[in-house]
């Protein structure tokens, strides 16, 4: 079941680990926090370091959510938090 965007609340650096961004999607029944590593994102999208994490996510986060639902596809969450990586971006996009 693919994810979609979750409107209540937004993406943020987690507290208790400034490496990680934390947003939320939604199955249609459940709501579901993803981590993704800032480390990952400035690697998959080029930056090299010059934006701040939640401008570098907000940039880019149709696909990072894209990514996301194409992994939520793939795997079990019983708890309902995923965590991404790098082996859940399967290509690089373009730049514009």
Same mark, same amino acid.
């Given at each position: 079941m693919p994810l979609e965007r979750y409107m209540d609340g937004g993406a943020h650096i987690l507290p208790a680990d *400034? #490496? =990680? &961004? $934390?947003?939320?999607? %939604?199955? #249609?029944? $459940? +709501?579901? #926090? &993803? *981590? +993704?590593?800032?480390? %990952? =994102?400035r690697t998959q999208f080029g930056e090299a370091g010059e934006d701040a994490p939640l401008d570098l996510f907000a940039r880019n986060q149709a696909v990072i959510e894209a990514a996301a639902s194409q992994a939520y596809d793939r795997g079990t969450f019983p708890n309902d938090l995923m965590e991404m990586g790098p082996e859940d971006f399967d290509t690089r996009p373009s730049r514009a």
């Open positions: *400034d #490496g =990680l &961004i $934390r947003f939320a999607m %939604t199955n #249609g029944q $459940r +709501v579901i #926090g &993803i *981590d +993704v590593p800032i480390a %990952t =994102l």
